[in-house]
DNA sequence: TCAGCCATGTAATGGGTTACATGATTGA
DNA sequence: TCAATCATGTAACCCATTACATGGCTGA
């Protein structure tokens, strides 16, 4: 005896797909709008980029959960306008709406060359924490930025809460390099 | 005129070779055993599937990076035992010393269901938030286990600094957890 | 007896990046 | 005059995952 296979009426996109449905429910836009939009919203924990957004919309489309208008320009190039479609709606909806989230493996190639610290000497390695922390502490600096501007708009609720996301992560990220700072230069070389 | 391009003696090698190549800095190990090694190691970090793995063993063998000797057994089926070769040290070292560290995009699929919070009520959000939570807390058990074991040995210091970040990442996710679940419910329903 | 370990891989697919391609307009 | 903006896409590639395939031994 076998369990039928569930019947899925929607087909599986990727991620990248339900983030573009997802941005459409804001308003119309055309690719290069969205690819802007994302930049300055989804960017610090979703980010694709313009060539794989352009080809997400063009299967979006085909599945008819976006529909396109074409607009003629003189001055400027033309352009597409996307719109999400009910059943696009639905897609995104039913995508958001199961339960099983599946769990992200984190990847971090810098842990894995501290993992390897033995390979190198202690200059080396300290260097390449110090231009994370860099890197990590002028996205804090950002995010604090745009903090201010939205934690008191009640529309800006659920990007706010996003943005609390990176503001935790990119924090112990630098405690972390702290940590090992610290640590590397406590200890005495073997 | 235009700048000459860099000349790399060593071909660019995908992150998951690397990984392979440091864990064979802990002595010769075959593929099934480097995969074992791997998911108790740097997995939190890295986690390769096995079919990459074996994939990249063969590819550092063709460069000759990895030595491998076929072992014959009885009871057992034949294994190869791959050992790292100078070169492929070198190109270890090579890249470990490479400071250009590449900044590594967060990717939360979580995160971006939350960003689009607007279209579902919030009893689906706060279920996937809460199993995110679970998720992430009993892998906080576990490393908390696992570094009891070894903070206090001199010769795993850099296995315990990673150790230490995915600590520091994990906490700071159940917080952000605890946040959103708690804003959730103080937040009057639209 | 049955799950799990040992041990290796292939094939198919997909998700995503990088490089390439075009070209007018606008503002510093 | 020079960089940036607007606007769209194709082609090539690669990293990685999933499913498939095999089969004897071991311990609960």
Redesign the pocket.
């Known amino acids: 005896m076998r369990t039928s296979p569930v019947q899925t009426d929607t087909p ?6 339900y983030a573009v449905l997802g941005l459409l429910t804001f308003g119309d836009h ?7 939009l994302a930049e300055r919203s989804i960017a610090y924990f ?7 957004l ?5 299967r979006l489309s085909r599945l008819q959960y976006v529909a396109e208008r074409h ?1 003629e ?9 996307y719109s999400i479609t009910d059943s696009g709606r639905q897609a995104l909806v039913d995508w958001m709406s199961n339960s099983e989230v ?1 769990p992200e ?1 984190v ?1 971090s190639e810098l842990t894995l060359r501290v993992f390897f610290g033995h390979l190198v000497d202690r200059a080396t390695l300290l260097a390449q924490i110090k231009e994370m922390r860099r890197h990590a502490h002028k996205e804090l600096d950002q995010m604090r930025a745009i903090e201010r501007t939205i934690k008191d708009e009640p529309e800006l609720f659920y990007p706010y809460l996003t943005l609390r996301a990176g503001l935790a992560i990119k924090r112990a990220k630098i405690r972390w390099a702290d940590y090992v700072i610290d640590a590397l230069l406590t200890r005495e070389e073997p």
């Open positions: 599986q996109l990727s991620t990248t797909s055309s690719g290069y709008d969205l690819m802007k979703w980010a694709p980029t313009k060539s794989h352009y080809g997400e919309l063009k607009i320009q003189k001055d400027r190039p033309d352009k597409r306008i599946a493996p990847k």
